[in-house]
């Protein structure tokens, strides 16, 4: 299918400007995507501008990743309430070298018929001085036509410096570049996105008498109405310092039904046959959450690796199946304690731990249980088990039973975890 059908059927299609479809199916076309240097790692909110030009380069174009070294010293006012923290040009150049790395993982840069490209606007803006700026750009550009932006009109009434107005011209100036000297003729981004690339467009026109087109994608959100991408720590971070694999991978196991069914279409680079099959056995098999296990396996392992996948998997089964004590001591310690966030722990020395009966590990010593009596009836019940594993009251412990020679894992029946830690 064409690019432009791939959007439709994938929900990406919001905003398309006439005559766009017909010089895709003319000829290889080059667009691009801009991204934002604000942060030294990009996060899955970026994933769906990453996810276009990935399809436009599937579909057999040239996808441009334009860095904004230069815009990122400005700051978009688009879908902001605020004015941006401006940051200084070091900061901005390590942000741009990390995300540059995180975009190589998706794009294909040495493809010999499409290859995918990377520029900076820092590279163009960086010899031209204001006065330049401002008669040969910004007079093509009535204020009347830049007041007419959304994202101009939504912050009239709170403050708009004259830095975040321009905005949109230096950003239609990118696209004017890239349409003159890369042969770049589609810009494409989020629906917010849309007055600033057709400000593009008209630079184009009124400059070089030349025709570019604009594509956005909607805005994604989730199903309770909230941003996409954030959780209650914060941003979803593609850096695995920033957000580990497993709570990357922890993220897309548990979105909502609503959501999985959206994400699944954008962000699997899986045939439509294979989605729409994996569509139809979530709806037979809900509680399976087969969408959600899908896209937390694919994304995991493009984003970071298999090895991070297969790491992310043995951790997520610790919680709610068996675990074998050389699989829990295969874990990351970081991983190990990204899982029992928030349990309840307690620190022992050394000297406590050799020979220690279960009785006083369970509740004199770690605190887990209340009292002897309740540890006893928990025993006759059958409801403790040390990392993972049944035991009764005949269990000592000793150092070869610590997971990473300084954890031991706790529980009482199937949710009632405890953490204790040897010092």
Not at 316 to 337: C, M, Q, R, V
């Amino acid at each position: 299918m064409s690019f432009v059908e791939e959007l439709k059927w994938r929900g990406l299609l919001h905003d398309i400007t006439p005559g766009a479809e017909e010089q895709l199916e003319k000829e290889m076309t080059a667009g691009y995507v801009g991204f934002d240097p604000t942060a030294d790692s990009l996060h899955i909110g970026n994933l769906v501008p990453i996810m276009l030009l990935v399809y436009f380069q599937r579909a057999g174009h040239k996808p441009i990743a334009l860095v904004g070294g230069a815009t990122g010293m400005v700051g978009d006012p688009s879908g902001k309430k605020a004015e941006r923290k401006l940051l200084d040009l070091q900061q901005i150049e390590h942000n741009l070298s990390c995300q540059r790395k995180q975009l190589e993982s998706f794009l294909d840069f040495d493809n010999k018929i499409n290859p995918a490209e990377m520029v900076n606007n820092n590279d163009w803006f960086k010899e031209m001085n204001f006065l330049s700026f401002i008669r040969d750009v910004g007079k093509h550009i009535t204020v009347n036509y830049m007041m007419s932006k959304d994202s101009v009109k939504t912050r009239l009434e709170t403050g708009l410096s004259f830095t975040e107005f321009s905005y949109q011209l230096v950003q239609g100036y990118d696209f004017y570049h890239l349409y003159k000297n890369h042969a770049c003729k589609i810009q494409m981004g989020g629906s917010d996105q849309w007055g600033n690339i057709t400000t593009g467009t008209e630079l184009i026109r009124r400059l070089d008498g030349g025709e570019a087109h604009a594509i956005t994608a909607p805005l994604l959100t989730k199903s309770d109405g909230s941003k996409f991408g954030k959780s209650e720590g914060g941003n979803i971070w593609l850096d695995a310092e920033k957000t580990s694999p497993y709570k990357f991978y922890q993220y897309w196991l548990n979105i909502a039904d609503e959501d999985a069914l959206k994400c699944i279409r954008i962000f699997s680079l899986k045939e439509r046959d294979e989605i729409l099959q994996l569509e139809e056995d979530h709806k037979s098999n809900p509680h399976l959450r087969i969408l959600q296990n899908a896209l937390a396996d694919e994304l995991t392992e493009r984003v970071h690796s298999a090895d991070d996948l297969d790491t992310a998997q043995k951790a997520s089964k610790i919680l709610f199946g068996k675990s074998t004590f050389e699989e829990l001591n295969s874990l990351p310690e970081k991983t190990l304690l990204e899982i029992f966030e928030g349990v309840p722990m307690a620190k022992m020395s050394n000297a406590d731990l050799e020979g220690l009966g279960l009785l006083d590990l369970l509740s004199g010593k770690s605190g887990f249980l209340a009292s002897n009596g309740e540890a006893r009836r928990a025993l006759k019940e059958n409801s403790i088990s040390v990392n993972k594993q049944k035991v009764d009251e005949s269990f000592e412990l000793r150092k070869e039973h610590l997971i990473r020679e300084r954890y031991l894992i706790l529980q009482r029946g199937k949710k009632n975890y405890f953490l204790l830690i040897v010092e």
